[in-house]
């Protein structure tokens, strides 16, 4: 794709828009970078990319350019309702993802993974289980540097493994991965889209320009349509894919393949994110054998089921990545002992009753915080013992353990997201981890 000379505007300054845009500028185009945000909030950032050469405009005057583009590329983290960007759409030009173009310009091979939980720790196990096995490749996209950014280095490389968002598949037209991934579909981004079933449109376009030569590697339990791809199934959870969970040991074929004790993870949802990279390995020609070393070796992220410390007999796990409640549930789903959960954030438009069975299966205590503790309590209050912290962390945990018993769990597992009181997942895991470390033992326990 040539795209020497031409005017392309890039709508959001955010990560992903301005990878676009320098991708773009150093590949020969005339660059404009619109955002409606702050312009004084932008500042440093929009001087960086005029001394590449890009114009940015910003504020209100973003919303009202009269400018003719040859196209547009839109950043995922736009939504496609705000003026910004039916300003452009009212000027009859061209509009696609930051996706769609990073794929284009780049011309590899795409393992793309998606699914509403599990993309970040399934797109790493694929880089490290690729490049363990001799395969060059690198990890991006939504795990973040944004695909643009990897676009020249990519060149050089075998195949691209990309992690990809509902939002970034919104604006795809010709996008087609070589190995597709679907993790699973839960209820999420009920504040972007108006239903589950936008939801999931968008979602599932990821298998929209797939052929009979590429492979989709999709968790059994789902209901899919028709795909044109071939397929590898998996579940931890139930018999019938072609990866299944036997005594802790990963079935292929009913064959054994990896054992859970010999890796670094936790839980059956991790069970899956294992399954998910053997099937992208198995549709790229490699072998069990170069394929488990390097996942047995990897570390999992931080935010994710990560034991933090135990004190006085009880273990405090950081899962502030979970946002979304089937995150909450796999890693309730997870735990053998008494939980004390702290839960809460953020309102993204769905109820937290679909996890009251089994947050009063598995808790002794719930400890409610943010924007949603008094409708969760409400919720909750008849099946489960709740506290409600309010807008403090420090005090959620102080109420957590008070209530916790030695070979307990206090599990930080918000359900939701954290705008409301914290930065994002990373600021309100930080700061948990930092709260627990800072807890003195009360029974001469280091």
């Known amino acids: 794709m040539n795209i020497e000379n031409l005017h392309i505007a890039v709508l959001g300054a955010g990560e992903s828009g301005e990878s676009a845009a320098k991708l773009l500028a150093a ?119 944004a695909f643009s950014a990897k676009v020249i280095e990519g060149r050089t490389l075998d195949v691209m493994t990309v992690e990809i968002s509902s939002f970034q598949l919104e604006e795809i037209r010709s996008f087609r991965p070589r ?24 979602k599932v376009r990821i298998f929209e320009n797939q052929t009979a030569d590429d492979w989709a590697v999709v968790n059994f339990r789902d209901k899919l349509p028709a795909l044109k791809a071939q397929t ?24 054994p393949v990896l054992a859970m004790s010999d890796t670094q993870l936790r839980g059956s949802h991790n069970t899956e994110n294992l399954m998910a990279a053997l099937g992208v390995g198995l549709a790229l020609g490699l072998k ?21 410390r135990t004190l006085d007999g009880v273990d405090y796990v950081n899962d502030s990545k979970a946002t979304n409640l089937d995150s909450l549930e796999k890693a309730l ?21 679909s996890v009251v069975d089994i947050v009063a299966e598995k808790c002794r205590c719930a400890v409610l915080l943010g924007e949603m503790a008094e409708r969760i309590e409400r919720l909750w209050s008849s099946k489960v013992s709740c506290v409600n912290a309010g807008r403090s962390l420090e005090r959620a945990l102080q109420v957590a353990r008070s209530q916790a018993r030695s070979g ?39």
């Open 27 to 145: 590949l020969g185009a005339r660059v404009s970078v619109l955002d409606s945000g702050d312009p004084g909030k932008l500042a440093d950032k929009f001087s960086g990319l005029a001394a590449l050469g890009i114009t940015c405009i910003g504020g209100p005057a973003a919303d009202e350019d009269a400018t003719q583009y040859d196209f547009g590329v839109l950043s995922p983290g736009i939504d496609p309702v705000v003026p910004l960007v039916k300003n452009f759409r009212a000027k009859g030009i061209d509009l696609v993802g930051e996706l769609e173009i990073a794929d284009k310009l780049c011309g590899k091979p795409v393992v793309g993974i998606t699914g509403t939980n599990g993309k970040t720790t399934t797109t790493q196990l694929v880089d490290v289980m690729l490049r363990g096995a001799g395969v060059k490749t690198v990890a991006c996209g939504n795990i973040s540097p």
């Open 179 to 202: 190995v597709a991934v679907w993790l699973g579909f839960a209820p999420d981004h009920l504040d972007r889209y108006p239903d589950m079933d936008a939801y999931y449109a968008a």
């Open 232 to 255: 590898i199934t998996f579940s931890a959870y139930v018999s019938g894919g072609d990866f299944d969970l036997r005594e802790g040991v990963i079935h292929y074929h009913g064959k």
């Open 288 to 308: 069990f054998e170069a394929m488990c070393p390097p996942l047995r070796a990897y570390k999992p992220l931080p935010h994710r089921c990560e034991l933090v």
């Open 333 to 353: 789903a997870g735990e053998t002992r008494p939980v004390v959960l702290i839960a809460g954030g953020k309102d993204k438009g769905f109820e937290f009753d």
């Open 408 to 446: 307990d769990i206090v599990l930080f597992s918000p359900g939701t997201s954290s705008f409301d009181m914290f930065r994002n997942y990373a600021d309100r895991g930080n700061q948990f981890r930092q709260l627990v470390q800072q807890l003195q033992p009360t029974k001469n326990q280091p």
